[in-house]
């Protein structure tokens, strides 16, 4: 203390304090710390530590002399455009694109981000992963899945799983698996749904997690563990775990994220599950393998997901083969059981409470199953071909079901596009996704304004410039074939053997909202009644 003492006593800081001192703010800051409350102080401090904190990225921008994309302007202390979003997201997006043209900045949450719209916004889609990358802007910065993996697993999670699942799961093997997802969804429903009695299902999105789990393990892992219940279990429950963390870290700065890891993440009970049940199968492909190859013979396993797993090898830039433990493909399971579940789940659940709300889709649903597949018959690939107003129902809900700014990507260096504006490195781009789907009708979003007619016959999977769900260009989801079969198999198995509705009789809002900004399912309590 004496020290402090003696150096606030020498003659430049003592200067320096006593302008401070003479200055009329002084006086004005040291009245409101007087008079303010506890909650006062705390806000202030926040909005102090935010703004600084965001202030070296800002002048680091300003530094590098880019070219930068017009800044709207008119943004909130503190809050930026995130409060004009919240109010009035259409027309706010509509007034940026008609006053500041296909790509601007803003400010959420006291963070610049750069949005993009039609062509700039295709070329955000069709980009490179060196120069923007989903990987970083998704699944690093906003899911934070590298704090549960490893270096190595992440490059594995970045490099195979893609290229596995445009081998496996293409348009052309898919449907080799609708007897093993029919298995799934049949035991999903008898183990989840009373078969002699309504069901309440007061947490839809949990529901729907375990009944695309059912689904999905026996397709993706083997039908070995399609019964065990710790592995369907995993698979489902992973999926919320990551979601429910995820509003922790929007609005924590990452240097803080260390300390309350401990306290969120109850993930690492999934890796012991598959290390338990998926690492002994994966061990014993590999020494078929061997000994198949030893003998000179063509192996006869099955070319599902998890044997072209054990079977990847990696090439890195110098051209150095790198071979996975099973213990790295066994905790890679779940990076795909994620994106497999709630993917699968959450559009699940938008076709589901479309149908709740619009009686009429419904009806006219019901009646095109009853025709190409009466009774209990089984659906068959051909039959799902038959279905036109299926088709059109599951596009059109996708379609509705996009966020306002989508697709967070990470800018890895500074990115030029094509009309000359630069994008400093580290940024995120966003893109206006329901804008580029609905074109100037994308403020109509009312539950009657909802026509399957509008995507004429289109296929579900096929990618369109009025269709992003799945993205565009060759970083398209590989998984959709997979996912939309298993959701049209879901919606007629549904509809023939239950009654879906509201506990509270209500019509339902199928896309509900974070914000106003970000697009989540509706989780209005839900009621399954089986039909005699």
Known sequence: MDYLQKISQSTPIHNAVQLIHRLPVAHKLEDFYRRASRNELIFVGAATFLTIYNLKAYINSKRRKLNLPPAVPYGLPLLGHTLYLMISPFKFVDWCNKNYGEIYDISLLGKTVTVTSKKCAEETFKAESTDLSLTEGIVNDMLHLNYLFTDREMILSSKANAVVVKAVLTSQRVPLLIPTIQEGLERGAHVLLNQDGPTIVKKPSIFLQ????????????????????????????????????????????????????????????????????????????????????????????????????????????????????????????????????????????YCIYWLIARPDLKEK???????????????????????????????????????????????????????????????????????????????????????????MNKPCATPARDFLTFGMGKHLCPGRFFAIQEIMMSLVYLLKHYDIDTVSGKKPHPVSSIGNITVTNCEEPLVFTPKN
């Open 365 to 455: 649903l019901l009646d095109e199953i009853n025709r190409v597949t009466p009774g209990k018959t089984r659906v068959t690939h051909d039959d799902l071909l038959n279905m036109p107003f299926l088709n059109n129902f599951v596009r059109e809900s996708l379609r509705q079901s996009v966020d306002r700014l989508a697709v967070q990507k990470k800018v890895m260096h500074d990115y030029t596009y094509y009309n000359g504006y630069q994008v400093p490195k580290g940024r995120m781009i966003h893109t206006t996704t329901r804008q580029m789907n609905f074109g100037e009708t994308s403020g109509r979003s009312s539950i009657e304004d909802m026509d399957p007619d509008m995507s």
């Open 210 to 349: 375990n009944y695309v789990a059912y689904m999905s393990v026996g397709s993706l892992i083997g039908e070995e563990v399609a019964k065990e219940t710790e592995v369907i279990k995993s698979f489902a429950e992973f999926t919320g775990d990551i979601i429910g963390n995820v509003s922790y870290f929007v609005f924590l700065p990452k240097f803080l994220h260390s300390y309350i890891l401990p306290f969120l993440q109850t993930s690492y009970k999934h890796h012991h599950v598959m290390e338990k049940y998926v690492m002994p199968m994966i061990a014993e492909r590999r020494e078929k393998l061997r000994l198949a190859k030893e003998a000179g013979q063509e192996h006869e396993l099955s070319r599902d997901f998890l044997q072209c797993l054990a079977e990847y090898v990696y090439m890195d830039e110098e051209g150095n083969p790198t071979l996975f433990t099973e213990k790295e493909l066994a905790h890679n399971v779940l990076m795909v059981a994620f994106a497999a579940v709630h993917t699968t789940s959450t559009n699940l659940s």
